[in-house]
């Protein structure tokens, strides 16, 4: 019998690995327009969600958690805004790749563990510790040393930062098992997808050929969306935060590695200061949460 522990880390670093190639799965439709691209990815995610949710014959739950949703003002307006965010986070990510951006989409999703940090202090009135400060002061370094050489503020990097912050946040305010938050989430804003693919209609739906690659690769957005995120919920459960904290840094580092050396993106002297300041910021961040977590779990067990 397979190790929980052992498939936990397998389940979980397999959903950041996916997550980390994802570039190349978006390059490969870059000729259609990143608006388009999300709308298909919202609804044939809800599609493929409604298929494992019938498979896993949940649909009776599903539909007692909307209603519960419902019933609730504070649910409702958190699982919409969440929608919302997550669709901003999808789009920005979209964009980025195609437009030959992904060095710099890596760079969001490096320092979005210390934009939730920030978040969780504003919203939730946490407190930082020392070692959190020198770790926010270490990233924000970096992004102010970019911003000042490069002449422009990253923002697509904080974009992606801040929007995926805040829907991690949101979750955490509207707590929601994988399966049925990602189905209610892109639920809500089918609808809007669908009205946007049918007004891009013009004898076939927006750029999208029917009978190409790129029509099997945009159905398969559901897909990719979904899988890594199904893998994430399963693994992250087996294994301690601690762990998870470790292996979140798989998927910037493969997408950074993607931008450089498979489509050669820049990778200046300023980026390699920024980077480095950045990385630095997080390890002090990592190795203080680890240790935290160790000496958590120690007292749990």
């Known amino acids: 019998m397979v190790n929980e522990s052992k498939l936990g880390v397998v389940y979980t670093a397999g959903a950041y690995i996916l997550w980390g190639f994802l570039p190349i799965y978006w390059k490969l439709v870059q000729q259609i327009p990143a608006f388009e691209i999300l709308a298909h990815r919202i609804v044939w995610s809800f599609v493929f969600m409604g298929i494992v949710v019938l498979i896993a014959k949940k649909q009776r739950s599903l539909v007692e958690e909307c209603r519960s949703i419902l019933q609730n003002k504070k649910r409702t307006l958190g699982i919409t805004l969440a929608s919302i965010t997550i ?12 437009t030959d951006h992904v060095v710099e989409a890596s760079l969001g999703y490096y320092i979005n563990p210390l934009v939730s940090i920030l978040l969780g202090m504003i919203v939730l009135k946490e407190t930082f510790s020392r070692a959190q400060w020198v770790a926010f002061l270490l990233a924000g370094s970096g992004v102010f040393y970019m911003t000042a050489h490069f002449g422009s503020v990253p923002w697509i990097a904080l974009l992606l930062a801040f929007s995926f912050g805040s829907y991690g946040l949101l979750k955490k305010l509207v707590p929601l098992n994988a399966m049925f938050g990602l189905t209610i989430e892109t639920l809500i804003v089918t609808p809007v997808a669908l009205i946007y693919l049918l007004s891009q209609q ?37 294994i301690p935060l601690s762990m998870v904290g470790f292996l979140q840094y798989f998927a910037p580092t493969i997408m950074l590695f993607i931008g450089v050396f498979l489509y050669h993106e820049p990778f200046t002297n300023v980026h390699a200061i920024s980077f480095t300041l950045i990385w630095a910021g997080l390890a002090v961040y990592t190795v203080t949460r680890m240790k935290r977590l160790k000496k958590y779990e120690a007292k749990a067990s």
Do not use: C, D, E, M
């Open 202 to 238: 013009a004898g076939q739906w927006g750029q999208v050929n029917w009978l190409s690659l790129t029509t099997v690769l945009v159905f398969g957005a559901g897909i990719v969306t979904a899988i890594p995120l199904l893998l994430f919920s399963a693994g992250a459960k087996r």
């Open 87 to 98: 669709s901003i986070n999808w789009v920005t990510y979209i964009w980025a790749v195609n």
